[in-house]
């Protein structure tokens, strides 16, 4: 509507009345768009006004005039339904020639040396959600205007005081009654004095002797000057004694305001420095924690690489032992075939361990990304099954499976349930002695499809059960035919299981076998859990 207008307006002869009533428009979409950024639930308002030390009252708030020597504070706030949710203060301050626009947690804001001007000053608190009303407040900065305003002022303070004295004189002179009073008791006090005087000497001996009080007529005489002096009215230039006091009970007064001002923004800094102070000691905390995680890494790192480094060599020296065998022209076929053999199977077990160590740096750099299909678990162990079926024959171990008739097809990722389930099954068959038993099982129990895998080899201590699936953890038992470890495995098997929102356990005492289980929920992967895409 607001663009038709415009292309109307831009067809006028009268280009100055087009000019204008366009520059209309635009302003009533600016004042329109000003209004419509603030939220209604949230405003700020200023508190308290100080100039110097003097708190000034909201009704001189119109008429602000103060000197550049002179300092300013505003302490506000803003009033939300909620404030728990932490949000900034924009301050802006503008005259004619300049501005100047800050963000501030405080509540308070102090300005001083300001060069002469008119001032706007304008307050709003925002946070990324809303913009609260502002807070408004014009002064000016005027040397001469503020020195005439202070001596004004002072000449009202006079007219009053002399307005005062006027219509009440009995404040400001002597009262007659009083020197009534005071010729009464005078003279009794000076008998008692002379006779007490008196009765003094009589008692001192004659060469102490000497005079403590002045001849009665003298006596007399400054009495009768001193009720003279009473009787006279006190001149009008002198000032009057309790017009001092009220002076000084005044200014103690503006004192005592000023310093609750000071207090009040003493405290507002205070409670800020204390919610810094909190927040900083939590990320401090949260740095130490993280530099601990970091130092255990780095160890858990370094434990690896020895394991592995250990683990390579051996077969290494075995290959070069085995090659230095077939350099030999001593040899038959049959003895060279059964070297190559040797050299084969080792440099497979050198392979696995390479493949073993690519896994692990593969978890640990990026997010689990998983493939999801729809699949039986049972199809993955029959699959795994038979791979493994000729190293259990190869050690004389049997291997059952007990497979579950109601198990229901589910999302999950193909190669990685089949990873976990050959790293449960080939321990199995490392830490089984000969004629050992092997049985897998899977099951629906409550949601969740569980997989157990069983054995009845050499087992775990309560201390091997605590650290089975960390990292890089060697166990107290060890494979019964020499067979290579990196205590990598069940940690890989607990990353993917936790990639499908399962779960691990164990459970095993000590020469009685042990039985590794996960659980994965019939429900699948939720979609955006970070782990699975």
């Known amino acids: 509507m607001f663009m038709t207008i415009f292309n109307k307006i831009l067809i006028l002869r009268n280009k100055r009345y087009a000019v204008f009533l366009s520059a209309f428009i635009l302003f009533v979409l600016m004042l329109y768009g000003s209004e419509n950024k603030y939220n209604k639930d949230f405003r700020t308002k200023l508190d308290y006004l100080v100039i110097n030390n003097d708190t000034i009252n909201t009704e001189k708030w119109n008429d ?27 301050i802006k301050l503008q005259n004619e020639n300049d501005i100047n626009i800050r963000s501030s947690r405080t509540r308070v804001a102090l300005y001083y040396g300001l060069p002469e001007g008119s001032y706007q000053l304008t307050i709003y608190a925002f946070s990324q959600r809303w913009t609260s009303y502002p807070a408004y407040l014009k002064f000016n ?12 002022e002072k000449l009202h303070r006079e007219n009053k005081y002399l307005k005062e004295k006027k219509e009440d004189p009995s404040k400001f002179v002597i009262n007659k009654s009083h020197i009534i009073i005071a010729l009464i008791v005078a003279p009794i006090l000076i008998g008692l004095i002379i006779i007490i005087i008196k009765f003094r000497k009589k008692r001192r001996k004659p060469e102490e002797s000497y005079i403590l009080f002045e001849p009665e007529e003298e006596l007399n005489e400054k009495i009768i000057i001193k009720e003279e002096e009473m009787a006279t009215p006190t001149p009008a230039a002198e000032k009057p004694a309790y017009e001092e006091l009220f002076m000084e009970n005044q200014s103690l007064k503006d004192e005592v305001e000023a310093l609750r001002s000071q207090i009040n923004i003493l405290q507002s800094r205070s409670y800020e420095l204390n919610k ?43 290959i070069k032992s085995l090659v230095e065998l077939l350099r030999s022209y001593d040899l038959t076929a049959t003895e060279q075939m059964e070297i190559i053999d040797d050299i084969f199977e080792t440099t497979t077990k050198i392979v696995s361990l390479s493949q073993e160590v690519s896994r692990i740096l593969s978890l640990e750099s990026t997010a689990i990304t998983l493939n999801l299909e729809t699949y039986n678990i049972n199809e993955i162990i029959n699959d795994v099954f038979r791979r493994n079926s000729i190293a259990s024959k190869n050690k004389n171990i049997s291997m059952l499976l007990d497979l579950g008739n109601d198990i229901p097809q589910i999302e999950l990722d193909y190669q990685k349930v089949d990873e976990i389930i050959d790293n449960l099954i080939s321990n199995a068959i490392k830490f089984s002695n000969s004629g050992g038993e092997i049985r897998i099982k899977s099951l629906n129990a409550e949601d969740n499809l569980v997989v157990e895998v069983s054995d009845n080899g050499l087992g775990l201590s309560e201390v091997d059960i605590q650290k089975a699936f960390q990292r890089g953890s060697r166990l107290s038992a060890k494979p019964t035919a020499n067979e290579p470890s990196s205590g990598l495995g069940l940690w890989i098997v607990r990353k993917l299981v936790e990639a499908h929102n399962g779960r691990v356990w164990v459970r095993s005492a000590l020469g009685k076998g042990s039985t590794f289980a996960f659980a994965i929920p019939v429900a699948g992967v939720k979609k955006g859990n970070g782990n699975g895409k």
């Open 64 to 90: 602000i005039v103060i000197s550049q020597n002179d300092s300013i504070t505003f302490i506000f706030h803003c009033e939300a339904k909620d404030t728990t949710k932490p949000f900034l203060f924009n």
């Open 141 to 152: 900065v005027n040397n001469k205007e503020d020195s005439l305003r202070n001596e004004i």
């Open 276 to 318: 810094q102070n909190k927040e900083l000691e939590e990320k401090a905390e949260k740095l130490t924690k993280s530099k601990k995680e970091l130092e255990e890494l780095q160890k858990q790192k370094d434990e690896l690489f020895a394991i592995i480094i250990h683990d390579i060599k051996n077969p290494v020296a075995l």
